[in-house]
Nanobody
Framework: QVQLVESGGGLVQAGGSLRLSCASS????????MDWYRQAPGKARELVAT???????NYPDSVKGRFTISRDNAKNTVNLQMNSLKPEDTGVYYC?????????WGQGTQVTVSS
């Protein structure tokens, strides 16, 4: 079992920044990859950032250059630094990991970007 707890969401004006954190109940050293997803009202959940065990990262074009994912193995956390936020970044942000062929999700943290 893995419990994931996100924090750091909130209300911010367009152009502002937020830093999300995801704390894992298990050591993240053994995870091949960890992800952040988001879900806007009425839309499907979408992947916004991935970081592998080796530290490689991947982003969709919609957030590339604005979002940065990082991992702190000592603290068992994965962070998402979000800069130059846009109203279309609004949604619930979820941390995700696959471990032993099972997907685990956090409860999500709300991010609202006002125009």
């Amino acid at each position: 079992q893995v419990q994931l707890v996100e924090s750091g969401g909130g209300l911010v004006q367009a152009g502002g920044s937020l830093r999300l954190s995801c704390a894992s109940s298990r050591s993240i050293i053994g995870f091949n990859a960890m992800d952040w997803y988001r879900q806007a009202p009425g839309k499907a959940r979408e992947l916004v950032a991935t970081i592998t065990k080796g530290g490689s990262t991947n982003y969709p074009d919609s957030v590339k250059g604005r979002f940065t994912i990082s991992r702190d193995n000592a603290k068992n956390t994965v962070n998402l630094q979000m800069n130059s936020l846009k109203p279309e970044d609004t949604g619930v942000y979820y941390c995700h990991v696959e471990w032993w062929s099972r997907g685990y999700w956090g409860q999500g943290t709300q991010v609202t970007v006002s125009s």
